[in-house]
Structure formats: structure tokens, C-alpha cells
Nanobody, 123 residues
Framework: QVQLVESGGGLVQAGGSLRLSCAAS????????MGWFRQGPGKEREFVAA????????YYADSAKGRFTISRDNAKNTVYLQMNSLKPGDTAVYYC????????????????WGQGTQVTVSS
């Protein structure tokens, strides 16, 4: 199993940037595909970005392309989400998640989840 703890959320003005981190422990972090999801007020949880076990492949939701960058440091057991040009619509609780095998965007395929970190973007 793997335990995940997100950090880096906060309040930012529209157009600003934040970098989220997700620290993993308990298992072989480098063997997992890692993903970021978010859940806004009154909305369902949605996929944001994912990265393969070695960082060689990344996958983004259309809403994240060109603004967000997912990366990982396997030596530090950490995955990051750099978010630029933030919009009020990006306001949500952001979760990191881990899964085995193939990179994917479906939340149901992810086995382990963090508790989430709140991101609030003011207009």
C-alpha cells in the first residue's frame, strides 16, 4: 500500500500560480502511475493530469493543457502539479492518487488517494 499526503494549496488571485506536492510513503513509489484530480463545489471529481512511473509519459485534461504541468521525483517519493494562469473555475479540492500499470484518467482505476488540499482562486 501507499499513503499520500498533499500540500501546497491555498488562496491565490486569478492569473497566479501554485505548486501542489504529494508525498508518498509505504510502498515503492516509483512503481505507480500518479494522478491529480479535483472536486469543485457542487461538482463531481474530475481528472486533471497523470504521469507514468518514470515520468516519461504525461496526460492532461483539456482544462489543464498549457497551464498545468505534472512532474515527479522518484528519489523524493513526490509528485507535483505546477498550476499557472489560475482561474476562478480552478477552485477545488485537489487530490493525488496512485495506480498500478497503465496511465489513465478514470478515478475508479486509482487505488490510493490522499486527503486533498484546497485551492481557491479569487477573481
Amino acid at each position: 500500500q501507499v499513503q499520500l499526503v498533499e500540500s501546497g494549496g491555498g488562496l491565490v488571485q486569478a492569473g497566479g500560480s501554485l505548486r501542489l506536492s504529494c508525498a508518498a510513503s509505504g510502498s515503492t513509489f516509483s512503481s505507480y502511475v500518479m494522478g491529480w484530480f479535483r472536486q469543485g463545489p457542487g461538482k463531481e471529481r474530475e481528472f486533471v493530469a497523470a504521469i507514468s512511473w518514470n515520468g516519461g509519459s504525461t496526460y492532461y485534461a483539456d482544462s489543464a493543457k498549457g497551464r498545468f504541468t505534472i512532474s515527479r521525483d522518484n528519489a523524493k517519493n513526490t509528485v507535483y502539479l505546477q498550476m499557472n494562469s489560475l482561474k476562478p473555475g480552478d477552485t477545488a479540492v485537489y487530490y493525488c492518487a496512485a495506480k498500478n500499470r497503465l496511465i489513465g484518467s478514470s478515478a475508479s482505476l486509482y487505488d490510493y488517494w490522499g486527503q486533498g488540499t484546497q485551492v481557491t482562486v479569487s477573481s
